[in-house]
């Protein structure tokens, strides 16, 4: 079978495809057990000049604008496909260009379902959602699968957007979809992105490398956080579960865990103390934009389907920053 991965350059794309190739095999249409994977497509608009060493011959680096429907209608071009949507102009990024959050994640979004729809075997197609889909002020605390999405950024309309076209085309029968419905994934390596939450990394990812971190929020303030390589885990297994173990509502918030500014720089200090890291500093600086977008997101998303269906979820926010470590700093990953 054939696996697309749209933003497949980015940084959870590309840990998404090694696992996958790693693994071999992927559910396909219709179930009824793994099938090899023989060919791997990763789609972006700014794809790298030459292949990754891990990259096998199975794979292929495709760079266009996931806008174009012709463009999308040709990477979709085999019955045996499984597909994961990542693309996306993310938060803050989205509030500052309107026009292309919506040429991206809703045109390219509705572009990806129908190239999928076309094909007609009702393939798996794994949408990356976001804890954005929610906000307001009257917001609970805690969001379950029946909280109302009342998203505060043009990011977060178009993913609660994503979500209801995902359980219509799968209602239908067009295609076997499922969200994974993300909290704030820690540490992405690289520089910062425009993604509003980008200091959640970038507070462990800079002292780390011995550069100075500027702090937006408060030390009280507090985030839900998921580490990357339980992400990864839990993209594969919403793509593997069984349809009638998620149920009619496709979204499945993976499982979170909620810390303050104040204990991830502590969870920072002991790592570098057990490690002999000498980190670089962390400094204050307020910024309201950051703080609004952030602070209108929930604290907690039900995670009782994830962890049902298998979802990984993190032993603690040291280990966490170790793999990270261990990951792309000492090995270079």
Same mark, same amino acid.
């Given at each position: ?46 794809? &790298? ?20 429907? %012709? ?18 102009? !993310? ?25 999928? /729809?076309? !094909? ?16 307001? &002020?009257?917001?609970? /605390?805690? !969001? ?7 998203? %505060? ?117 002991? !790592? ?13 600086? &307020? ?47």
């Amino acid at each position: 079978m054939k696996v697309l991965i749209t933003g497949g350059c980015g940084f959870l794309g590309t840990m998404i495809a090694r696992e996958i190739l790693e693994k071999g095999a992927l559910e396909g249409p219709g179930g009824g057990g793994p099938l090899p994977v023989d060919a791997f497509q990763l789609f972006d608009h700014v794809v &790298p000049e030459e292949p990754a060493d891990w990259m096998d011959d199975r794979v292929s680096v495709v760079a266009g604008d996931i806008s174009d429907r %012709e463009t999308v209608k040709r990477l979709v071009d085999r019955e045996d496909i499984s597909i994961f949507h990542l693309a996306s102009v !993310v938060s803050a990024g989205g509030e500052q260009d309107f026009d292309l959050a919506i040429r991206v994640n809703l045109d390219g979004g509705l572009n990806v379902l129908e190239a999928a /729809r076309s !094909v007609g075997s009702a393939p798996r197609v794994v949408f990356a959602s976001s804890l954005a889909a929610f906000g307001g &002020p009257d917001l609970p /605390r805690e !969001v379950n699968d029946l909280t109302r999405q009342t998203p %505060e950024t043009t990011y977060g309309m178009t993913k609660a957007f994503g979500e209801l076209a995902i359980n219509d085309y799968t209602r239908k029968g067009y295609i076997d979809g499922r969200t994974v419905r993300l909290p704030t994934i820690i540490i992405r390596p690289g520089t910062p992105n425009a993604a509003a939450s980008g200091w959640a990394s970038g507070i462990f990812r800079e002292p780390l490398q011995g550069r100075e971190h500027i702090q937006p929020v408060a030390d009280d303030f507090q985030m839900m956080l998921l580490g990357y390589r339980s992400a990864v885990g839990g993209f594969l297994a919403v793509h593997e579960a069984p349809g009638r173990d998620i149920g009619p509502d496709r979204s499945v918030a993976l499982p979170n865990k909620v810390y303050s500014v104040a204990e991830m720089k502590a969870a920072l200090d002991r !790592v570098a103390a057990e490690e002999g890291i000498r980190m670089g500093p962390i400094t204050p600086r &307020p910024d309201a934009q950051v703080a609004a977008i952030c602070g209108s997101w929930p604290l907690v998303m039900d995670q009782t389907r994830a962890l049902k269906i298998g979802c990984p979820e993190d032993e603690s926010l040291d280990r966490v920053i170790r793999d990270f470590r261990a990951d792309f700093l000492v090995n270079g990953n």
